[in-house]
């Protein structure tokens, strides 16, 4: 079991930036990626970044150049997004890859750019 605490979201003006942050807790030794996905009213959930545990990222073109996935130990992982846009509005989930293949899922942090 692996537990994923998210933070960081809020309400922000279109143009500015926002650092989440997801802290793993539990089986963290068997974690090989952890990542970010965001899920807009209507829509289906899609992956932001990713970051393996030997610190391979990947991006979405939707946010490429605007987000930096990152990681400061084996448990956080960080998304800073910058220059936010309204169509950034969206539910964001931390999500956790293990080697087993099992995945877990964040709560969710909101996250609302106004224009």
């Known amino acids: 079991q692996v537990q994923l605490v998210e933070s960081g979201g809020g309400l922000v003006q279109a143009g500015g930036s926002l650092r989440l942050s997801c802290t793993a807790s539990g089986r963290v030794s068997v974690i090989r990626a952890m990542g970010w996905y965001r899920q807009a009213p209507g829509k289906q959930r899609d992956m932001i970044a990713t970051?393996?545990?030997?610190?391979?990222t990947n991006y979405a073109e939707s946010v490429r150049g605007r987000v930096t996935i990152s990681r400061d130990n084996a448990n956080t992982v960080y998304l800073q997004m910058n220059s936010l846009e309204p169509e950034d509005t969206a539910v964001y989930y931390c999500n956790a890859k293990m080697i087993t293949l099992q995945q877990y899922w964040g709560q969710g942090t909101q996250v609302t750019v106004s224009s």
């Open positions: 970051i393996s545990s030997g610190g391979l």
